[in-house]
């Protein structure tokens, strides 16, 4: 292979680790935090992408505004479901917030593609870039859709910008606290619920920003976030569960790998990265950047 | 006494005679089965349209043949596009249900499954949706008819107008399955024999598949006058989408399309296919006749008809007819009915039914997508660049591998 097509690959494969990173970000702040393994999270980023969606047919919103707004109420919604149902799953086996995000994954799909049929008369739906977006540069090597070029930019930000909250300011050190040991920082007159529902929301409110993101690259529909949650939950495990920095290297490492071999050896594609995944739990089993067990 | 024989002779002659069609009919009715997609990928292209539209040829079929009202009920049943579940459904449907045809089996490996369960109970089956030519090949059989469209007749009819229209090379990609294989397949060789060439080897892609990038940017490095894309759905839907973001129209790289149902276009708008050329058995506004029945159709179900739905309720007129014709719904006499038969309707035109392999014959067109801008009307989606006559639009039968 020559180094223009693996370049080629490379920009490629960060395209698709730029969301492999924000998804497994938000499930990493998620299950770091709330010990909640979130099965929903890929419903949640196709609400996102939905909503960006719907947002332009019904009120004629463009990428912009959506790019904020629609985060905002895949978020609001995260909070309402933790306050809602989650809140009274803590303390029982994880199995059960599994199956209860499984059920509104599926719940979720449904009613979207039911409101997409009978609103929209489509069960798939075009979404376009914005103008300023829209077009491609040419990188010397490759011509690039410049939207592409935003998405890796955007994403990189977003998640430099979690981790510096998470572990270097005074808030993230409540969040911190209030998930460690909440009865010694409820001594100390902080409201740990509301903590805790706050980080639920923002985590689904990153995948909501992923689905924005996705929209104009893929098209909207009830199914898209099905195939890639797999992958991003194969992401989380290498990188490690609950580990912030290592969920963002392995997301945007994966992507780029997976575009790489799939170049080199098409086939492999779909596959690399449970390979990728069960190569790495061989070797260390709490994942590349993950804490032993007992570490905890 | 002869009195007494003649007026029981009269009497009985005249019990029998409302009677004498129910008897020729199993269980004094008919019951026609539309087993189909109803909730995944291919439930808008086919799914509870085509159910409506095999309700409306039972409807007007009655209103014609009086003898009949009454007696013919239509019952639509969700296989999923799974193989196993399309047998299942199949055998369940022939023998709890009393169905008496099975219609439209969209997704190939479904409709191949479901034709070979109805061949063990003699019932027959008219595949409108499925595309693999292995139905009237090396998996036909004596109750199977191939309706509407297969893959030979899109590559030929695609491969062989892009080729011709200047694009004499071509990159193609394809899904990873029997469909996509088989169409690659076919569509490579209508290229060749037209003059064209491959710029690059055929590229299978994994399916089902979102990401289609690193195959558009392989079409741009190798610049073939057409990317050719066999993907068929939300796939194409995909690809085309993509194929528009990274700018290949601009680059001057074409759009060859293997397989397109007028809700592909829907579902991303009809600019972004814009130029694009594929192959179709029918379009709703085609002329007056198709239409008129559109008009009908969507009045009846609230959405233009695809051709798939187009052709349920074609292939459900003629097996009525059939049934009509051979005065019995036994699968062996409508077989006979049908074998043969030359026919011409809304949606299938100089239409003949090969008896060899029961290939239904019609006339296919080839079109070119419409921007936005070109329009008419409300889904005017395509400008007709030729009609390929029934005659030549299938595979010739000396190349049928059938053996019946």
Not at chain 1, 111 to 134: D, G, N
Not at chain 2, 98 to 111: E, H, M, R
Not at chain 2, 147 to 174: C, Q
Request: aromatic share 10%; glycine share 10%.
């Amino acid at each position: 292979m020559n180094t223009q097509l693996l370049l080629i690959q490379v920009f490629n494969g960060l395209v698709n680790g730029a969301f492999y990173a924000l998804l497994s970000l938000g499930l990493a702040v998620i299950f770091g935090m709330l010990r909640i393994v979130n099965f929903a999270h890929g419903a949640l980023y196709m609400l996102g992408a939905f909503t960006a969606f719907a947002l332009g047919q019904a009120l004629g919103l463009g990428f912009w505004p959506s790019l904020v707004i629609a985060p905002v109420l895949v978020g609001l919604l995260g909070a309402v479901l933790e306050r809602t149902l989650l809140s009274r799953l803590y303390g029982l086996e994880p199995s059960y917030n599994l199956l209860l995000t499984f059920g509104l994954t599926l719940l979720t799909q449904d009613l979207v593609k039911q409101v997409m049929l009978s609103r929209f008369a489509v069960s798939s739906a075009p979404y376009t870039p914005p103008e300023a977006l829209s077009g491609v540069v040419n990188l010397g090597f490759v011509v690039f859709p410049k939207y592409r070029l935003f998405v890796i930019a955007l994403s990189l930000v977003i998640c430099v910008l979690t981790w510096f909250v998470i572990e270097k300011t005074r808030v993230g050190a409540v969040i911190r606290a209030s998930t460690e040991n909440p009865a010694v920082t409820r001594a100390f007159g902080i409201d740990v619920g509301r903590w805790v529902t706050g980080v639920f929301a923002v985590g689904v409110g990153l995948a909501g920003l992923a689905g924005v993101l996705a929209a104009p690259i893929y098209s909207v529909e009830p199914y898209m976030g099905a195939e890639l949650i797999i992958t991003t939950f194969a992401v989380v495990v290498i990188g490690g569960l609950g580990s912030i920095l290592g969920s963002v290297i392995t997301g945007f490492a994966v992507g780029v790998l997976a575009a790489v071999g799939a170049a080199i050896y098409p086939p492999i594609a779909n596959t690399l990265v449970f390979i990728l995944m069960a190569a790495v739990l061989l070797v260390r089993p709490s994942g590349l950047f993950g804490l032993p067990e007992g570490a905890r | 006494m002869k009195t007494t024989t003649m007026t029981a002779l009269l009497a009985a002659a005249l019990c029998a005679a409302p009677g004498a069609l129910a008897q020729t009919l199993t269980g004094g009715s008919i019951k026609v089965g539309v087993l189909t997609d109803l909730s995944g990928v291919y439930s808008e292209l086919s799914g509870q349209g085509s159910v409506k539209a095999a309700q409306m040829a039972v409807d007007d079929f009655m209103k014609a043949n009086k003898a009949y009202a009454g007696k013919i009920s239509v019952v639509g049943v969700d296989h999923q596009n799974k193989a196993d579940v399309a047998g299942n459904k199949a055998a369940e449907m022939i023998d709890r249900q009393g169905v008496d045809v099975l219609l439209d089996l969209p997704t190939s490996s479904a409709a191949l499954s479901a034709s070979a369960v109805a061949k063990g109970k003699k019932i027959p089956v008219m595949v409108v949706t499925g595309g693999t030519t292995a139905l009237t090949n090396e998996s036909c059989n004596k109750y199977t008819f191939h309706y509407a469209y297969d893959n030979y007749m899109l590559a030929n009819g695609t491969g062989t107008a892009v080729t011709k229209r200047g694009g004499s090379s071509w990159y193609i990609i394809y899904p990873n399955y029997a469909f996509g294989q088989d169409l690659n397949r076919q569509m490579t060789a209508a290229i060749q024999e037209n003059g064209g060439k491959l710029a690059a080897p055929s590229d299978a892609t994994p399916f089902p598949n979102t990401d289609f990038s690193s195959y558009l940017l392989k079409a741009q490095s190798v610049r073939p006058k057409i990317f050719g894309t066999m993907q068929a759905g939300n796939d194409l839907v995909n690809v085309v989408k993509q194929y528009n973001e990274f700018g290949l129209k601009k680059q001057g790289i074409g759009l060859g399309i293997g397989l397109l149902f007028e809700t592909d276009v829907a579902a991303l708008g009809q600019d972004a296919f814009a130029g694009a050329i594929a192959t179709v058995p029918w379009f709703w506004n085609y002329d007056a006749r198709s239409r008129q029945w559109s008009a009908k159709f969507e009045a009846a179900f609230g959405k233009k008809p695809t051709w798939a739905q187009a052709g349920v309720y074609s292939a459900t007129m003629t097996y009525l007819q059939a049934v009509a014709r051979a005065k019995s719904d036994d699968g062996d006499a409508v077989v006979r009915a049908l074998e043969g038969y030359s026919f011409d309707d809304m949606f299938a035109r100089h239409a003949t039914i090969r008896p060899q392999d029961h290939r239904v014959l019609l006339d296919v067109h080839t079109v070119m997508v419409k921007a936005k801008a070109d329009a008419k009307e409300t889904g005017d989606l395509f400008t007709r660049l030729q009609t390929i006559p029934a005659a030549k639009a299938f595979m010739p039968l000396s190349e049928s591998k059938c053996k019946m």
